[in-house]
């Protein structure tokens, strides 16, 4: 991991750190902006409409995909008290954070993300298979937060570092891998494609997907990854198959490649359910 990387980490973390915990101690601990708690944090692929197995789908462009391997590196994961700008009805209360971001005034429970105060964090990056739990929930542990309502999350996707050991080998440095087979007309190929999210952090942030959830104790937050979605306007038929067959390795200035790497870090790409 560079050294760049290590510090706009340590940077991005560090600061929504700051904001969990002032806010716990500044708000949940006073009785004026909810208790602190510890609730569970987990992760799940999520199905495609009408499908029955995670990694089977049929792609806006008429491609039938089915994924046969699926790994990705993702978090830190942080829950947010403020809706997502993309939300109806949240617009006027995003620009009012930016702006007590620019011109600052004595609001002592904010912080200043456009997210408000962080409600929640799980602080470490995994590595996810998103087909080794068979569509079951991840749990992946016990995270702190504040009791109360959480309207958006946001999660960061980057390289695997050397902390995650052997776990990340089958990625080989990249930080997503999808490998499975697109067809449509009689026409079947297989693909392997990897993506890149190194820094800077807002590069690699995936921001403010809306949510409606009640944290409390005991709870579990699970991250529902969409990888349907992630395929979205892919044109497989102007990939280039190899002689004989053999699968595509996806290039970066494919239409594929580009597609994928936009689709991933929408808002769409993830949802969220609380259990």
Same mark, same amino acid.
Do not use: K
């Given at each position: 991991?560079?050294?760049?990387?290590?510090?706009?980490?340590?940077?991005?973390?560090?600061?929504?750190?700051?904001?969990?915990?002032?806010?716990?101690?500044?708000?949940?601990?006073?009785?004026?902006?909810?208790?602190?708690?510890?609730? *569970?944090?987990?992760?799940?692929?999520?199905?495609?409409?009408?499908?029955?197995?995670?990694?089977?789908?049929?792609?806006?462009?008429?491609?039938?995909?089915?994924?046969?391997?699926?790994?990705?590196?993702?978090?830190?994961?942080?829950?947010? =008290?403020?809706?997502?700008?993309?939300?109806?009805?949240?617009?006027?209360?995003?620009?009012?954070?930016?702006?007590?971001?620019?011109? /600052?005034?004595?609001?002592?429970?904010?912080?200043?993300?456009?997210?408000? *105060?962080?409600?929640?964090?799980?602080?470490?990056?995994?590595?996810?298979?998103?087909?080794?739990?068979?569509?079951?929930?991840?749990?992946?542990?016990?995270? /702190?937060?504040?009791?109360?309502?959480?309207?958006?999350?946001?999660?960061?996707?980057?390289?695997?570092?050397?902390?995650?050991?052997?776990?990340?080998?089958?990625?080989?440095?990249?930080?997503?891998?999808?490998?499975?087979?697109?067809?449509?007309?009689?026409?079947?190929?297989?693909?392997?494609?990897?993506?890149?999210?190194? #820094? #800077?952090?807002?590069?690699?942030?995936? =921001?403010?997907?809306?949510?409606?959830?009640?944290?409390?104790?005991?709870?579990?937050?699970?991250?529902?990854?969409?990888?349907?979605?992630?395929? =979205?306007?892919?044109?497989?038929? *102007?990939?280039?198959? /190899?002689?004989?067959?053999?699968?595509?390795?996806? #290039? /970066?200035?494919?239409?594929?490649?580009?597609?994928?790497?936009?689709?991933?870090?929408?808002?769409?790409?993830?949802?969220?359910?609380?259990?």
């Amino acid at each position: 991991m560079s050294p760049l990387f290590r510090t706009t980490r340590r940077a991005f973390t560090t600061l929504l750190g700051t904001a969990l915990l002032g806010g716990g101690s500044a708000c949940g601990l006073s009785g004026t902006g909810g208790r602190a708690i510890v609730f *569970r944090m987990g992760l799940r692929t999520a199905l495609a409409p009408g499908e029955t197995q995670p990694g089977h789908f049929t792609t806006d462009t008429g491609w039938r995909v089915a994924l046969t391997s699926a790994r990705m590196v993702l978090g830190p994961i942080y829950l947010f =008290e403020n809706p997502s700008p993309l939300q109806a009805g949240s617009t006027t209360r995003w620009w009012r954070r930016v702006s007590d971001v620019l011109v /600052p005034t004595a609001h002592a429970h904010d912080s200043f993300f456009a997210g408000g *105060r962080v409600l929640g964090e799980w602080d470490r990056e995994v590595v996810f298979d998103l087909l080794g739990e068979g569509g079951e929930t991840r749990v992946l542990g016990r995270s /702190p937060g504040i009791a109360g309502m959480a309207r958006s999350f946001s999660l960061l996707l980057q390289p695997p570092s050397r902390a995650l050991g052997a776990e990340a080998a089958p990625l080989e440095g990249r930080s997503v891998v999808l490998e499975g087979t697109a067809s449509r007309d009689g026409r079947t190929l297989a693909f392997r494609a990897a993506l890149d999210f190194p #820094p #800077p952090v807002e590069l690699q942030r995936v =921001e403010f997907v809306p949510i409606e959830v009640e944290l409390d104790d005991e709870g579990l937050f699970v991250v529902e990854l969409q990888p349907h979605r992630w395929f =979205e306007g892919t044109l497989f038929e *102007r990939l280039e198959v /190899p002689p004989g067959g053999a699968a595509v390795a996806v #290039p /970066p200035e494919s239409q594929v490649h580009r597609a994928l790497l936009v689709n991933v870090r929408r808002h769409t790409a993830f949802t969220a359910a609380w259990e």
